[in-house]
């Protein structure tokens, strides 16, 4: 992931600035990392067992990534995006 690429180039004082929301740390990007690596191996797994995209998303990813999902991506689109993007 590209994500996980800018982790090997930043420093620990690093301060990122998103595209959206407030000035982050190296920390901070390490959360993202983490969430989109856990999020798409759900989906994957998921996706893999058979199960289509009605019925991931009605599973849901888990209370874990629930805060996750109060931004401007909610959590059914982002399991769409996830979904789709393994369908190609």
């Known amino acids: 992931m590209n994500v996980g690429k800018v982790l090997q180039m930043i420093q620990s004082d690093t301060k990122v600035i998103p595209g959206h929301g407030s000035l982050a740390t190296k920390d901070d990007v390490e959360d993202f990392h983490a969430?989109?690596?856990?999020?798409?191996?759900?989906?994957?797994?998921?996706?893999?067992?058979?199960?289509?995209?009605?019925?991931?998303k009605a599973q849901g990813l888990g209370s874990k990534w629930q805060s996750w999902g109060s931004?401007?991506?909610n959590e059914?689109?982002?399991?769409?995006?996830?979904?789709n993007s393994y369908a190609k």
């Open 35 to 56: 969430m989109l690596s856990a999020t798409t191996a759900i989906v994957e797994k998921a996706r893999a067992a058979g199960k289509s995209l009605e019925e991931i």
């Open 71 to 73: 931004g401007f991506i």
């Open 76 to 83: 059914a689109r982002w399991i769409e995006t996830i979904y």
